[in-house]
């Protein structure tokens, strides 16, 4: 299980994060809404370890081990993944070397072996046709050039070859079409299983509607706010954010 106890996160010199704790059981998939500018992203980037983002004070677990302690790698080989609000361009790398690289440092991490080069390919076709994705794509650089629909659709891709038990989704549904939230949102749901947690971060409730939540958290002014069922998410949409921001302040 995941679990964060009065996390304080810091960027540069301003605290974002400020004494924020939350627990999603293993096989839960608990959304965290919250308005603009609230702290959503430094969550998914404290708990991945991006650089620059400094937990100053409280705790963060998954399964038991400190996330704090470890570094970015480390972290993705205990299966902790973020699927990024807006997807990495990597110009020069292509799409397949890339995750075929993420998967073979994750395997070496966990002390298993590497996967060829033939059976990387088997592997990845089998997953784009389940995505309805043109295999061709994943021969271009990483995202270069890709839609909007085409990155999250490529997020997806790795997370279903690289098997993550954490799995932080940071609006995911920021420039989708329905089509693409679909077709995104059922590879997100193939992924749900009994040992596997997530956390969906999103602004808009229109995402729960595919991707259906045990728990829904609302993140405010740094700090979780109110938790509910999934019926909170219906009444944010109605309501707005107003009324825990002004209460969190
Ligand atoms: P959300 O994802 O909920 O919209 P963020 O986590 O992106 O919110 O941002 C929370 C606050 O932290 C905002 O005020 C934002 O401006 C600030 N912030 C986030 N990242 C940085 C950064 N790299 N440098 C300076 N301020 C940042
Ligand atoms: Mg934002
Ligand atoms: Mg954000």
Do not use: C
């Not at 500018?37 to 399964?63: D, F, V």
């Not at 993420?102 to 088997?122: D, H, I, T, Y």
């Amino acid at each position: 299980m995941l679990k964060i106890n009065n996390l304080h996160v810091s960027v540069g010199d301003k605290p974002i994060l400020k004494g924020l704790t939350l627990e999603v059981p293993a096989g839960e998939v608990h959304a965290v809404m919250g308005p603009n500018g609230a702290g959503k992203s430094t969550l998914g980037y404290a708990l991945s370890g991006r650089p620059g983002y400094e937990a100053t004070k409280g705790t963060a677990s998954w399964n038991g081990d400190d996330l704090l302690a470890l570094d970015p790698a480390e972290r993705a080989a205990k299966g902790v993944f973020l699927s990024f609000q807006y997807p990495l361009e990597i110009p020069g790398v292509p799409a397949m070397t890339f995750i075929r690289t993420a998967l073979n440092a994750q395997k070496r991490a966990r002390g298993e072996e590497e996967v060829s080069a033939p059976a990387f390919l088997k592997l990845v076709r089998a997953a784009s046709e389940r995505l309805k994705m043109n295999f061709e794509m994943l021969k271009r650089p990483l995202n270069v050039g890709f839609s909007g629909g085409e990155k999250k659709r490529m997020e997806i891709l790795q997370m279903a070859l690289l098997e993550p038990s954490l799995l932080i989704l940071d609006e995911t549904d920021s420039g989708l079409d329905i089509d693409a939230l679909r077709i995104v949102s059922e590879g997100v749901n193939a992924l749900r299983s009994p040992e596997r947690s997530m956390l969906v971060i999103t602004h808009y409730q229109r995402l729960l509607d595919y991707i259906k939540p045990d728990r829904v958290h609302v993140l405010a002014a740094g700090r979780i706010v109110a938790s509910g069922g999934p019926e909170l998410a219906l009444q944010l949409e109605a309501e707005g954010y107003d009324r825990y921001v002004s209460e969190a302040a």
